[in-house]
Structure formats: structure tokens, C-alpha cells
């Protein structure tokens, strides 16, 4: 058992201004992204140039931010928008969606691809290995701010969580009281699963000639599954909990799923193309 390392999630304050871990991470992942974009440009065979690698990260970030929050307001927090409409731009109450954010991207990427003159996957693929840095930075950022932890665990590595920072009574309907017992650090999962290992897949195997469509199917797929398999330990958001009388189907691994089947048949129909 491990004793998580309660970690102040304000970096720095600078009189009114605080500076976030979670902010940090989110300029790593753009970083990370633009520097790997600057050398997969090169080899790009003219598709796109080091210096448009510029531009596309900018109209990345944007779709990654408004997607991101729309999705989470949306699919995570629909009844509090209902209330309040305003709360949609709430954005200092935190909330962000991967999937939203990833159909944020996918809209950012066909309106940047008409300046390129290519096609919409070719975009896509091209981008695809650039996204899973970003992924595990984030995932880290969960991890700083404690959040998006899984259920019970006797696991060497399980992390036993201190109740004056996590309240006794937080999760009880699902999982007892969340600092009762150590838990999965499933956002370390993730991390590790939808970051680092989902880049090094991509990487290689994008790093010689693949039919389009190809890298852009693997995404969808690799990222479908290790986020299914997380979501099978990962406590559901306390608000909306397990889906469809279940104990074990939660939103993470409902928006998941499809991005599974649609991802299979890309490649498929990739590699029937070719």
C-alpha cells in the first residue's frame, strides 16, 4: 500500500494570479504535441510543413478546450446546464471531457484541412500519434488534483487516500467512503495506458507507409479499449454513477465503446481500400 502524496494543486500564486498543475499539463500536452508535429512534418511527404505544424496546433487547442468543456457540460453535468444555461462558460468550476474534446479536434481538423487542400483523414492520421502525450500529462494532472479514482484494491501499488483531504461520506453509494480502504490510482492507469503506451503503438507503426485511414482507426481502437478496461475499476462520477441498473457500465466506457467498433472498421476499411 502506498499513502498518496497530497499535492497542493496550485503551482504558483502570484498575488490574484494562481498558476495549476492541470494548467501546466495542458501546455505540456500542446507542447508535446507541436514539437512531435515539427518532426513527423518533416517526413510528411508535403502534406503539411513544419511551419503549418504552427497553425494546426492552435486550431487543435481550441478544439481541444471548447470540445472539452462542452463535452463535459453535456455529458457529465446536462442537469446543471438545464438549470443554469450560463454555467456552460463556468469554466473556473473546472470540467473537461476527452470525448468532448476529441469531437472538438475532429470539427478543428475540418476546418483546418480545406487551407491544407488534403483530405480529412490524412489530417487525422497524421495527428493521431501526436495525441497521447498530451493524454498521460493530463492524466497526471488528475492525479495531482485527486481525482477519477477506482474502486477497493489490495494491490502493492493501491493508494490509501487521507480523509481531511478526501471527505468519508464522497462515493459512499458506490464504493464505500473513498478514503476508507486503499484504491486503484486509475488515473495513473490511464496514463500509462491511453499515454504511453497508446504513443509508442502509434508511433511505430505510423512510422512507415500505412493506407489512410489506417493510423486514425488504431487510434479510435487502442483508445477505446484501454479506456473500456480502466472504466471497469474506475468509480463512476458520483452524480450520475453506474448506467442502466448496472454495476459496472459507466459514461466513460458508453462513449467508449463506439469509438472501439468505428476504429475496427476504419482499418478495415483501410486496408480493403489499399
Not at 225 to 251: K, Q
Request: hydrophobic share 50%; with cysteine.
Amino acid at each position: 500500500m502506498i499513502v498518496y502524496p497530497s499535492i497542493d494543486p496550485v503551482l504558483l500564486e502570484l498575488g490574484p494570479l494562481k498558476i495549476h498543475w492541470y494548467g501546466l499539463m495542458y501546455l505540456i500536452a500542446f507542447a508535446s504535441a507541436w514539437w512531435l508535429g515539427k518532426k513527423r512534418a518533416e517526413k510528411s511527404n508535403g502534406l503539411i510543413s513544419p511551419v503549418q505544424v504552427d497553425d494546426l496546433i492552435f486550431y487543435g487547442a481550441v478544439g481541444v478546450v471548447v470540445g472539452g468543456r462542452v463535452g463535459s457540460v453535456l455529458f457529465y453535468n446536462f442537469d446543471s446546464f438545464l438549470d443554469n444555461p450560463l454555467y456552460l462558460f463556468k469554466i473556473w468550476q473546472g470540467g473537461m471531457s476527452f470525448h468532448g474534446g476529441f469531437l472538438g479536434v475532429l470539427v478543428a481538423m475540418e476546418v483546418y484541412r480545406r487551407k491544407l487542400g488534403c483530405s480529412f483523414f490524412q489530417l487525422t492520421d497524421f495527428i493521431a500519434p501526436l495525441v497521447p502525450i498530451g493524454l498521460a500529462s493530463g492524466r497526471f494532472g488528475n492525479f495531482i488534483n485527486g481525482e477519477l479514482w477506482g474502486g477497493p484494491s489490495d494491490l502493492p501499488w493501491a493508494m490509501k487516500l487521507p480523509c481531511d483531504i478526501f471527505p468519508a461520506h464522497q462515493y459512499q453509494d458506490f464504493a464505500g467512503a473513498l478514503c476508507a480502504v486503499p484504491r486503484h490510482p486509475s488515473m495513473l492507469y490511464e496514463m500509462l495506458l491511453e499515454g504511453i503506451v497508446l504513443f509508442i503503438v502509434l508511433w511505430i507503426y505510423s512510422s512507415k507507409p500505412r493506407p489512410v485511414i489506417a493510423v486514425s482507426g488504431l487510434f479510435l481502437t487502442g483508445y477505446g479499449v484501454f479506456r473500456s478496461m480502466v472504466e471497469l475499476i474506475r468509480l463512476p462520477d458520483a452524480h450520475i454513477g453506474y448506467l442502466l441498473n448496472t454495476d459496472w457500465l459507466t459514461m466513460g466506457m458508453l462513449l467508449s465503446v463506439p469509438m472501439i467498433i468505428v476504429g475496427l472498421l476504419l482499418i478495415k476499411i483501410a486496408y480493403k481500400k489499399s
